[in-house]
């Protein structure tokens, strides 16, 4: 057989289960349904897939709410994969934020926010270990996102916690066309910004 070359671990492991029946139990980080309509496609049929809603840096809370409820309604399409909240507080963001504001989208700000949501994902994984094998993110899927900065920063997170992170670029393979697609057809809200809405004030 030809030897086979997949640039990432979610390929790898996808890769692996065409000989091997034995699913992995990931625990994915997911920032919002329109993100993960572009990878439960692709991870769902392969993995055990527990999503983790944690996203302190969505303002206002009125927004967090709403990008909550459309991964809920996406899920209704998805109904193998469970659904995690943890508790959190718009605190915690703004504590990593503080003093960048002003800062670009994609700049410090971002990398900070990156360590902050899959650290604790790390964390969470790492106290319950039984439970889960691994843990990647929906990020990658973005186009306006740095995929490489984002692995770098959850294999850092992986290596604090002692837990496996998959690396991804899940805008490979029409992540993001199957994103935009699947709002349109499920009629699911797209929001028109990442997160934090810095550098202008996120109430406007």
Not at 74 to 83: K, S, V, W
Not at 141 to 159: D, M, Q, W
Not at 178 to 192: A, D, F, K, M, N
Request: net charge neutral; aromatic share 10%.
């Amino acid at each position: 057989m030809r030897e086979r070359h997949f640039g990432c671990d979610i390929d790898r492991e996808i890769a692996r289960q065409e000989e091997d029946s034995e699913k992995l139990r990931l625990l994915l980080h997911v920032c919002c349904g329109p993100c993960a309509a572009g990878v439960l496609p692709r991870v769902a049929p392969h993995f055990d897939v527990t999503l983790f809603y944690y996203n302190p840096n969505i303002l206002p809370k009125e927004e967090f709410i709403r990008r909550l409820d459309t991964l809920k309604r996406l899920l209704l399409h998805f109904p193998e994969a469970r659904l995690i909240v943890p508790e959190q507080d718009a605190a915690e963001f703004f504590a990593v934020a503080a003093g960048k504001e002003d800062l670009p989208e994609g700049g410090g700000r971002c990398t900070e926010c990156f360590s902050l949501r899959l650290g604790k994902t790390a964390e969470f994984l790492s106290m319950h270990g039984g439970e889960y094998d691994a843990f990647a993110t929906t990020l990658t899927v973005s186009p306006r996102k740095n995929a490489t900065l984002i692995n770098a920063v959850g294999a850092r997170a992986a290596e604090r916690f002692g837990v496996r992170y998959l690396t991804s670029d899940f805008k490979k393979h029409d992540g993001w066309l199957t994103s935009v697609r699947l709002c349109r057809e499920w009629e699911l809200y797209r929001q028109h910004y990442c997160g934090c809405g810095f550098p202008r004030p996120a109430a406007e």
